[in-house]
């Protein structure tokens, strides 16, 4: 099966208010490297689009052949990985792949979506608008509306919509911590069109309202999530070689915590259909393009002591402290959530030697 793909990871949103991550991009480049091998996502490198923030720092020999010349987004938007993509770069990017390569030779049946940084759970409102994991882009402001979020249901039904393509396959390593203003998810700005019964899979790395961690604990560098989505891609098989997204799912969610320590983490997907199983690819298992001890290192080295300092620490529920939750043995826990930060009022609390501040939400 013919793929493209679309492939985001923001850990410097450049934003006052919005906390750095230490292992979106990461992911994203991951997740980059296995789309672009053929027994993997068999994604070519014109039909990859791929953003991060900042640049990863040791990609993959596969990925970095990518980067010496990677593809235009949308109106001609060459990739600055010195900034974070804006919202409406992400949705016209993806719909021109949705009107465009479906009718590439040789066709492209399959879509592939990966975003990894901070996200959060819209409001439904009335009947009409449900709830929905929206992830965070670059242009999104603390205290504002809605602009620069990123509406993931929205998004699939969109690129499914109208045949473009035939099925969509889709990961968002984010929280989904509820919001608290009381708005539903933006709209995107694409062609409304009859929706059709497209196969489809989304796995979230959370369940609807809660957040999603970084790991290790004392030393973050990944996704939990993202940590072992790949290594089920690359890894698991049933007996016929084939993975299915319902196998994928029973992987990830009984192994996830493995790669956590206190923190509990659950992951929620939406496969449909369920029955005959959804299948991924069928290929031999595959190993991952370094070791995780040499992505750690080089990721450390490639970070500038400034970035390092401006750092937020995560928390978790329990023993709380503005800006710093302490996890096992005292470390702090990274999160993928902005609830804190987002569309509250704010006063500004100094931490950590008062190098940088971290924002806690004011006294109600």
Known sequence: MNACAIVIGINDYQKPGIPNLFGAVGDAADFADWALDPGGGNVRPEHMYFWTSPAPAAPSARLAAFLANPTVWTNGTAVSLGRPPRAQEISDTALMMSRDLPSAAPAITRIYVFMAGHGVQSVAIGVERDAQTCFVAGDFNPGSATYGLIPCDDLRRGLLQMGYFSEA????????????????????????????????????????????????????????????????????????????????????????????????????????????????????????????????????????????????????????????????????????????????????????????????????
Request: charged content about 25%; proline content about 10%; glycine content about 8%.
């Open 169 to 364: 396959v889709m990961f968002f390593d984010c929280c989904r911590s509820p919001m608290s203003l009381n708005d539903p998810a933006p709209l995107l700005p694409w062609p409304r069109g009859a929706g059709q019964d497209a196969p489809f899979g989304i796995g979230r790395a959370a369940r609807r309202g809660a957040k999603a961690f970084e790991t290790p604990e004392k030393t973050p560098n990944r996704g939990a999530f993202s940590t072992v989505l790949m290594e089920g891609l690359r890894r698991h098989r049933n007996a016929a070689n084939e993975l299915t997204l319902n196998d994928l799912e029973v992987y990830v969610s009984n192994t996830i915590q493995s790669v956590l320590d206190e923190s509990r983490q659950y992951p929620y997907f939406d496969i449909d259909p369920r029955n005959p199983p959804f299948c991924v690819l069928q290929a031999p298992v595959a190993s991952p393009p370094r070791s995780d001890q040499h992505h750690v290192q080089e990721q450390r080295h490639a970070e500038t002591a400034a970035t390092r300092r401006c750092r937020w620490n995560g928390h978790r529920s329990g023993n709380r402290r503005a800006g710093q939750h302490p996890g096992a043995g005292g470390h702090a826990v990274r999160v993928r959530d902005v609830r804190r930060q987002l569309l509250l009022p704010f006063q500004a609390r100094w931490t950590r030697g008062d190098q940088c501040p971290t924002l806690a939400r004011s006294p109600s």
